[in-house]
């Protein structure tokens, strides 16, 4: 019983310590371009993209879209192999549109900020669109 046990294991044990010494990049990723990192940043940026529709101070709006921009910034770092250019393009864009929210929160103008912030709804909806997400 004691080989018998042994002989069922053994090769249960040796594809454990295969997978933990491979890369992690071996084992999780989805397709091509979509990088955990880049999910991780995209989801940052939505949860305060979501936040900043309902905020009730310029304080509480500016921390979102602080937030929001360094996540969009941390995003165009990490990339996207299967249309870097566009990809760029698409944040730049996002990140434009951004400044005039910033703008508006420079003047203390919280609805202006509001409702520019929930134009740059178009610029993900294409992109997102364009690639199919
Ligand atoms: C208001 C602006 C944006 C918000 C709130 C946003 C939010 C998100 C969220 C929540 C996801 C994750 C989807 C999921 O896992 O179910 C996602 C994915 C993605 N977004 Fe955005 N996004 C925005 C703008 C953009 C722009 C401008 C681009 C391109 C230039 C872009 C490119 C992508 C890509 C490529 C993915 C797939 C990442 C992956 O999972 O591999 N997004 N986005």
């Known amino acids: 019983m004691k080989s ?3 002989a069922f294991f053994t090769p249960l044990a040796l594809s454990a310590s295969l997978m933990a010494s491979m890369p992690a990049s071996a084992h ?3 397709h091509e ?3 955990d990192e880049l999910n991780t940043e995209m989801k940052k940026m939505g949860f305060n993209f979501k936040r900043s529709g309902s905020a009730k101070t310029i304080e509480d709006m500016q921390s979102y879209v602080t937030e929001f921009r360094a996540h969009a910034k941390n995003a165009r770092e990490t990339g996207y192999t299967d249309a870097p250019e566009a ?3 698409g944040i730049d864009q996002l990140l434009t549109g951004l400044a005039g929210v910033q703008a508006a929160l420079d003047k203390q103008d ?6 520019r912030m929930k134009k740059l709804n178009d610029i993900r909806k294409k992109y997102h669109r364009e690639f199919d997400v």
């Open 4 to 6: 018998l046990a042994k």
């Open 87 to 89: 990809f760029r393009k």
């Open 110 to 115: 919280l609805d202006l900020a509001k409702r």
């Open 28 to 30: 999780s990723h989805g």
């Open 33 to 35: 371009g979509h990088s």
